[in-house]
């Protein structure tokens, strides 16, 4: 699965079932392309009009049959090569470039100490004997256990229990500016393993592979959720706009505090799922590890 998913779950979030006028691409164009080609006809897309294929919005200038004019790169999204066949929509109430930006802040959100969830990573160096400090060249939240192989058996793991992450370091002698210091010594010329928590890594664009982004699967319902909210805040669904349904829908048709309920209940769905979700990590990686007696 890729990003694209996570746009369109966020899309119908927000559409609410409204369906918006679609077209498809007739022919590859390149980046630097200022004509296309639509499969069907323009119906919607006039001279004035916003189409979006995948992330970018273009503004059309000109239409001569199938043959329509663009500025590329539109609103603030970025020019890109379209393969025919893509999926045009015209006039988009809620551009994927913002639901896509809106998906990367909520990932930042969710690694978040209030929301505790994380992906865990690890790395390893080799122990000297003459310091204690060692360079942690990870963007780590929280380092969560330390290791070493013990020359008896690569199957046992001694636990370094005593260990300080010192941050704001002199560069000149940690890189990163983050020094992890060992209190409880390993042997000499062993591999030190470090299992760290870290934040979710920023989806690049719809193209963009969602196992990359570090979330557990189970938990790949929480993004488009947490950006519906973020983009409901300040431009409503669809079910409760007055200007986006057909035809246009009077005032009293949405009486007031529909659109804050609408939020109310997807806000408190998202936050019993950040906490099943936060449950589930901390089974699978608890804090305390327990040695078997035997």
């Known amino acids: 699965m890729t990003a694209q998913v996570w746009i369109d779950k966020t899309r119908d979030l927000l559409l609410g079932g409204t369906v918006e006028p679609l077209n498809r691409l007739n022919g590859d164009i390149l980046v630097g392309a200022a004509q296309l080609t639509v499969e069907f006809d323009t119906?919607?897309?006039?001279?004035g009009s916003v189409i979006e294929i995948g992330t970018e919005l273009m503004y059309v200038t000109a239409?001569?049959?199938?043959?329509?004019?663009?500025?590329?790169?539109?609103?603030g999204s970025t020019a890109a090569a379209h393969t025919s066949t893509d999926i045009i929509r015209s006039n988009p109430q809620y551009p994927g470039h913002m639901i896509l930006d809106?998906?990367?802040?909520?990932l930042n959100d969710l690694s978040s100490p209030r929301n505790g969830l994380y992906q865990m990573q690890t790395t390893t160096f080799t122990y000297n004997s003459t310091k204690d400090g060692y360079n942690l060249a990870v963007?780590?939240?929280?380092?969560?256990?330390?290791?070493?192989?013990?020359?008896?058996?690569d199957?046992?793991?001694?636990?370094v229990r005593r260990f300080t992450v010192k941050r704001n370091r002199d560069?000149?002698?940690f890189a990163s500016g983050v020094a992890l210091v060992l209190q409880d010594l390993p042997e000499a010329g062993q591999t030190v393993r470090v299992e760290y928590t870290t934040g979710f890594t920023a989806l690049t664009?719809?193209?963009?592979?969602l196992s990359a982004v570090g979330l557990h699967a189970e938990a790949y319902d929480l993004p488009p959720m947490g950006a519906a909210l973020a983009i409901m805040s300040f431009r409503p669904i669809a079910r409760e706009s007055i200007t986006q349904q057909p035809p246009v829908r009077r005032a009293e048709e949405v009486p007031p505090g529909a659109i804050s309920a609408s939020m109310r209940d997807l806000r408190f769905r998202r936050q019993e799922r950040i906490q099943s979700e936060a449950?589930?990590?901390a089974q699978m990686y608890p804090t305390t590890w327990h040695r078997s007696g035997r």
């Open 43 to 47: 119906g919607p897309i006039v001279t």
């Open 155 to 159: 199957l046992s793991e001694p636990e």
């Open 279 to 281: 449950a589930r990590l």
């Open 63 to 75: 239409v001569a049959g199938t043959t329509v004019s663009v500025m590329r790169g539109y609103g």
């Open 205 to 209: 664009d719809s193209s963009t592979a």
């Open 171 to 173: 560069t000149s002698a």
């Open 102 to 106: 809106a998906v990367n802040d909520d």
């Open 139 to 153: 963007d780590a939240l929280a380092v969560r256990r330390v290791t070493w192989v013990h020359t008896s058996s």
